[in-house]
């Protein structure tokens, strides 16, 4: 049983506030936000607001585990990140399991962070070279984490190809795009493998999960439901997927070399790490039009699962009149300037 094939909960706003209530003895108004494969609401109260998170059925408790334990872990050593962080914020168990229509799940309450998701403000350089440092600094805090459930095989792990692999007959498009870039991922990444570094990363710092402030200040990311034990410059990788997949076609290289110089200001990477960003970043976005194909089938009614498709899509097909050997020098030598 995986989350990616069961069915997300179906709570309602007026379960959700009875949850509140009786788990965590919160009295207020429900709003449901939006998820890929678990149910989430923001609870306003008079008093705060919080996020009531219910996982999927699928979901195990070693994984919601290792999501508080990397939070606190994180605040430990850089005390900075206490505010930019949805850690378990109420009183009690952390995680609890409830029981609804034949169908348990495991609940959390996190702490509600405030800002502007960066899906809804402009792009520019200044806000992006400090997101990079922002995640540079958090896998500073991280690089030390170690939890069971991280060693994982996780498909949204851009070292799982398997997943493409298996799952590419669900494109109706040209799968043939998969297979190029996944011989540019055997050619120019994996002989260099055993230099990339590995640890414990975020692995989703996408635009629907970091958060700034009306200063373009980044203030919080959220969502750690992605994060697995991988390649360290994954982490900067899938950021500037998501970046281009939001910006001007012309910007593309300007707008995700600023992530990327940042974060080698704060997480130095060498030569190897920076010279495969490129192809980790198209790569990930392989995953993402596999497994929004996958998903959909199973599950139609959600929009959520197709959000980021038709641009990846349009990326991808670009990209592949690209010189990909030419933007990693670029993108290198423009870190390390």
Not at 143 to 151: G, S, V, W
Not at 212 to 224: A, C, E, P, S, V
Request: charge should be negative; aromatic fraction near 10%; proline fraction near 3%.
């Amino acid at each position: 049983m995986s989350v990616f094939s069961t069915p997300p909960p179906r709570y309602s706003t007026f379960e959700a506030e009875q949850l509140a209530k009786s788990k965590f003895g919160i009295n207020g108004q429900a709003n449901p936000l939006s998820s890929e494969r678990d149910q989430n609401f923001l609870i306003r109260s008079e008093e705060d607001s919080f996020i009531l998170k219910i996982s999927n059925s699928a979901e195990s408790f070693d994984e919601l585990d290792m999501q508080n334990k990397v939070m606190q872990h994180i605040v430990k050593v850089d005390p900075e990140f206490e505010l930019t962080l949805p850690l378990c914020s109420l009183n009690g168990d952390e995680i609890i399991q409830i029981a609804n229509k034949g169908q348990t799940n495991w609940v959390r309450g996190l702490k509600y962070i405030d800002g502007k998701f960066l899906k809804d403000l402009k792009h520019d350089h200044l806000i992006l070279l400090e997101l990079g440092s922002f995640l540079g600094r958090l896998d500073n805090a991280m690089k030390d984490f170690n939890h069971p459930a991280a060693k994982r095989t996780f498909p949204w792990d851009v070292r799982y190809t398997d997943f493409l692999k298996l799952h590419k007959n669900h494109v109706n498009k040209d799968r043939g795009i998969i297979n190029y870039y996944l011989s540019k991922y055997e050619t120019h990444v994996l002989p260099n493998e055993s230099y990339l570094r590995k640890t414990v990363i975020h692995n989703d710092g996408n635009d629907h999960n970091v958060l700034l402030d009306q200063n373009g200040k980044t203030t919080g990311i959220i969502d750690f439901g992605d994060m697995v034990y991988s390649y360290i410059v994954l982490e900067p990788a899938v950021c500037m997927a998501y970046i281009a997949l939001a910006i001007e076609k012309t910007d593309t290289l300007e707008f995700i070399s600023q992530i990327l110089k940042g974060y080698h200001q704060a997480f130095h990477l060498n030569e190897y790490e920076l010279n495969s960003v490129i192809f980790l970043m198209c790569l990930r976005l392989c995953i993402t039009i596999t497994m929004a194909a996958y998903r959909k089938k199973l599950f139609p009614e959600n929009a959520y699962l197709s959000v980021s498709e038709n641009q990846a899509w349009e990326l991808l097909n670009r990209m592949k009149n690209e010189d990909l050997n030419d933007w990693s020098r670029q993108l290198t030598e423009y870190a390390q300037s």
